[in-house]
């Protein structure tokens, strides 16, 4: 078949129109498609065709109606037809409602509108009119003015003058503000669409492309929107400024402040950009500039710090009213061996001395004991060794009275005359017991007189200290002593408030295997009750039991009474203070905020070090010989009592660096930090794991364990003192005069000499006095008596001696024979 045998071309039927259409494709290449359109077909209805009506009979002409259709079909459809006619009526009637109501209120809105400008309108030509008549009265002041300057040209100047005043045109009335707003308003409005779809995405944009640029977002097209709504209900555009209260803590993001301002950020960064800082959101800025650029935002500022959280340990004062007695504490201090414990004792009818490992304290014991007329004392029993200086401290802060113990038969002793020093601070007053009165040499009046060195002065010498003679074994003297307690115990009046947040001291703190972190605490204030959430030191918790100094659970427990607290979330520093809050919220952020101070701290202390004094350290600790120990204890206060005690010893050459100190056992990670080091792991009244003790017999880490205070630090004495260098020390042990120098064939010069004084001994050191001055020292390479080779010649014999690698000698110069002893040191 050819394309010119006669046939018309395929295509649509039904009235379509050809059309050339041109795609394009890549790299440039286009192709002409022929398409057709195909166009809509419109039904024309038949003349005879007329729509049944809606009351027409439902048996009317069978022929009229559809095929196949029953009369109750055709009943059901015209009610449905009648229904919906009603409905369309309805809708009808509502929205022609509707549109006469939104008519009233776009009247009542532009009513509203206008007598709203016709009040502004008046204003302003109020204003205008005032401030016309001020412009003509200042003008006829300075006409006046030029008046009074020019009187003797006032009759000629006066026609010329009055003139032009009198045919002074009035003002043009000027257009309203108003008026000319409105009238530039509906010029603008017309000739142009109302804009509500600029700005969008058309179908034609989409498939033309190629324009590019940034598009509105769908948040901004909203708010467009939404400013138009309410233009066109009339209402305000503008949102009213709200002022807000912005928190400006010490140092803010420059998000976090915008935030807090409820401001943009970028208009935050702008605001800063123009004070001349280059800041991104995420930089830090100083309160002060944060206080210029929300003064600049119109917001008002509430200067807080990091320590407000402290703000809510208030403490306040009790009103005399509140107040009621309270029990003394009573802190026992003096000398170590002196009879503090046993004297406690036989007070309170206990052995805590057979608790104690060598018969001394080593831990700070609290302690209630009830007299025979029932009054309750609180006793402290601190250690007297020197190495609990910082406990014998603490006794002394929190206590009402001290009682010095003194032992009649050794008098005066150092901590004897620390406890003093330390009550002297604590400002508390004081009471001598002059124990071990029973003893055979006791001296009590030589106790009393050392004292008056100190400026203790005890009544039995006309002072003003109380002193009592006791003793802890025969019980002499105890019954006095109470008597004296609760003498001075009624002079200070000691009352508290019982009945509110309690507040009390950290006596104690250890790490119980089985109960966790327990803190011994001595109630100052209010009452302390099971469930309270409380905050101690960088610690914090809620009491989970009270446990009294008997071992017995108690509920609560009040002013000046001991109890140990189980709860701890870790183990608090001895000498804390312990305060009540109300939420655990409030209570873990003071916690967080104190540890945080006390890292600023350590790092700023370590920052202030400069390079030079690094470089002057590490040149001083080049020769210094260190002794690396780790140490764990039982308790807080012995820890910190080992740690001082270890900081004491050594010297220039050698000293004891403890690498960590804590409390609890001996861990694995304890073993795997002195394996690294190379030290040695201490225990004091504590022992390693089982996992520990199979760590440190792998890795050959020595573990050693103590009771005693006075063993641990003898023994890191002797090892540091095996750090020492040995002194070397020379003895003299004779004197040889040379009388004649002899040259011998494979020998070289030999020395005749004669041993003036001492001995010479061939394994000695030698040296070669020539007019007193030394111009050799060595050794002898030989030591002959005739032709023998001798280890030793006398005094007052001649011998022959030669030199090792020397031979400048000399009749007449003087040979000095010497030994070299090594000696061991040892620390002080």
Known sequence: MSDSDGKKTLGLRGGARPGNVKQSFSHGRTK???????????????????????????????????????????????KALQAAKAREAEEAERREAEEKARAEERERRRAEQEAKEREQREAEEKARQKAEEEERKQKEAEEAAQRAAAEAAAAKEAPKAKAPAASKPAP???????????????????????????????????LRGGEGGRQRSMAAMKRKQERARQKAMGGSVEREKVIREVQLPEAIVVSEL????????ADVVKSLMNMGMMVTQNQTIDADTAELIIEEFGHKVVRVSDADVEDVISDV??????????????????????????????????????????????????????????????????PGHAAFTSMRSRGAQVTDIV??????????????????????????????????????????????????????????????????????????????????????????????????????????????????????????KGTLRQGDIFVVGEQYGKVRALINDKGE????????????????????????????????????????????????????????????????????DENVAELPILVKADVQGSAEAI???????????????????????????????????????????????????????????????????????????????????????????????????FKVTGVGKVAGCLVTEGVARRSAGVRLLRD?????????????????EVAEVQSGQECGMAFENYDDIRPGDVIEIFEREEVTRTLD
Do not use: C
Request: aromatic share 2%; proline share 4%.
């Open 32 to 78: 002409n498609v022929v398409v057709e359109t195909k166009r809509k077909r419109v039904v024309v209805p038949k003349p005879g065709a007329s729509k049944p009506s809606g009351g027409a009979a439902p048996s009317g002409d069978p022929s009229r109606r559809p095929a196949g259709i029953s009369d109750a079909e055709m009943n059901r459809r015209l």
């Open 172 to 206: 043009a009335e000027t257009p309203r503000k108003t008026d000319r707003e409105r009238e530039q308003r509906q010029t603008r409005g017309k000739g142009r669409d109302d804009g509500r779809r600029s700005g969008k995405l058309t179908l034609n944009q989409a």
């Open 258 to 265: 915008a935030n807090r301002m409820a401001e943009r950020v």
């Open 317 to 382: 004062e009790d009103k005399d009213e509140d107040l009621q007695p309270r029990p003394p504490v009573i802190t026992i201090m003096g000398h170590v061996d002196h009879g503090k414990t046993s004297l406690l004792d036989a007070i309170r009818d206990a052995k805590v001395v057979a608790g104690e490992a060598g018969g001394i304290t080593q831990h700070i014991g609290a302690y209630q004991v009830q007299t025979n007329d029932g009054t309750t004392l609180t006793f402290l029993d601190t």
């Open 403 to 524: 009682v010095l113990v003194v032992a009649a038969d050794d008098a005066v002793m150092p901590q004897t005359v620390e406890a003093i020093n330390h009550a002297k601070a604590a400002g508390v007053p004081m009471i001598v017991a002059i124990n071990k009165i029973d003893k055979p040499d006791a001296n009590p009046d030589k106790v009393r007189t050392d004292l008056l060195q100190h400026e203790i002065v005890v009544e039995k010498m006309s002072g003003e200290v109380q002193d009592v003679e006791v003793s802890a074994i025969t019980g002499q003297g105890l019954d006095d002593l109470l008597e004296a307690i609760a003498l001075q115990a009624e002079i200070l009046e000691l009352k508290a408030n019982p009945n509110r947040a309690a507040q009390g001291a950290v006596i104690e703190a250890q790490l119980d295997v089985g109960r966790g972190p327990v803190a011994t605490v001595l109630v100052e």
């Open 553 to 620: 659970r108690v509920q609560e427990a009040g002013p000046s009474v001991p109890v140990e607290v189980l709860g701890l979330n870790g183990t608090p520093e001895a000498g804390d203070v312990l305060n009540v809050t109300e939420t655990e919220a409030q209570a873990r952020e003071i916690a967080e905020y104190r540890a945080q101070v006390a890292k600023d701290k350590r790092a700023a202390a370590g920052a202030a070090t400069t390079l030079e004094q690094l470089m002057q350290k590490a040149k001083e």
């Open 643 to 741: 740690v001082q005690a270890m900081e004491k010893i050594g010297n220039d050459e050698v000293r004891v660096r403890v690498l960590h100190s804590g409390v609890g056992a001996i861990t694995e990670t304890d073993i795997g930090l002195a394996e690294a080091s190379g030290a040695p792991v201490f225990g004091f009244n504590v022992r390693a794991n089982a996992s520990a003790r199979n760590t440190a017999n792998q890795k050959g880490v020595e573990i050693r364990y103590y009771s005693v205070i006075y063993d641990l630090v003898d023994d890191v004495k002797a090892a540091a003192s095996g750090l020492l260098s040995a002194e070397i020390r020379e003895k003299f042990i004779g004197y040889a005069e040379i009388k004649e120098v």
């Open 772 to 788: 007193n001055v030394v111009i050799h020292e060595g050794t002898l390479k030989t030591l002959k008596r005739f032709k023998d």
